[in-house]
T-cell receptor
Framework: KAGVTQTPRYLIKTRGQQVTLSCSPI?????VSWYQQTPGQGLQFLFE???????NKGNFPGRFSGRQFSNSRSEMNVSTLELGDSALYLC??????????????FGSGTRLTVV | GESVGLHLPTLSVQEGDNSIINCAYS??????FIWYKQESGKGPQFIID?????DKRQGQRVTVLLNKTVKHLSLQIAATQPGDSAVYFC??????????FGRGTSLIVHP
């Protein structure tokens, strides 16, 4: 079966711009979680969506937002980009609303570089 | 706040050796732990998990040990192979189901 697909794989943006990242979960999976991964902080939880509803949100500023569509695909948006937003953004899908307890399948991530 | 950390940022071993990767956690309420492997250019991949009511769990060539007294978690890889080279990190989960991840240890296996 197809894995978790994240697009694009690489992205370069300028400070002040906004960006939208996409995540298509495994077919049948209804939960999508987003993480930011940096060398200094490791994996930091951004938010979790289940059945088009945001269930949990991490400690990130309001510039970070997301949504989930009826087909379970999810997008995250970062507005007014800062240099510190440069990171690998990972999404993980799981079958039901128990997130990681169901077992995460991670995508390969989107590498965002802000210049 | 409480967090998960790792003792060694880099571990170099020879092929065939056993590897031990350590993780300290500080939230005594954590009741579920997972080890992940992340290869270059890929997302994290589940290796093995353990619940707080267990001390040890074994998988294929991997063993996870949990010491709740000192809040310590370790991953043992037997007969380490070059394909095991990756970053390994642990995650602790509490009742909210939101994991806290450690920063990771880079395992380098020399042939």
């Amino acid at each position: 079966k197809a894995g978790v697909t994240q697009t694009p794989r690489y992205l370069i943006k300028t400070r002040g711009q906004q960006v939208t990242l996409s995540c298509s979960p495994i077919s049948g999976h209804r939960s999508v979680s987003w993480y930011q991964q940096t060398p200094g902080q490791g994996l930091q939880f951004l938010f979790e969506y289940f059945s088009e509803t945001q269930r949990n949100k991490g400690n990130f500023p309001g510039r970070f937002s997301g949504r989930q569509f009826s087909n379970s695909r999810s997008e995250m948006n970062v507005s007014t980009l800062e240099l510190g937003d440069s990171a690998l953004y990972l999404c993980a899908s799981s079958r039901s609303g128990q997130g990681i307890m169901d077992g995460y399948t991670f995508g390969s991530g989107t590498r965002l570089t802000v210049v | 706040g409480e967090s998960v950390g790792l003792h060694l940022p880099t571990l170099s071993v020879q092929e065939g050796d056993n590897s031990i990767i350590n993780c300290a956690y500080s939230n005594s309420a954590s009741d579920y732990f997972i080890w992940y492997k992340q290869e270059s250019g890929k997302g994290p991949q589940f290796i093995i998990d353990i619940r707080s009511n267990m001390d040890k769990r074994q998988g294929q060539r991997v063993t996870v040990l949990l010491n709740k007294t000192v809040k310590h978690l370790s991953l043992q890889i037997a007969a380490t192979q070059p394909g095991d080279s990756a970053v390994y990190f642990c995650a602790e989960i509490t009742g909210s189901y939101i994991p806290t991840f450690g920063r990771g240890t880079s395992l380098i296996v020399h042939p």
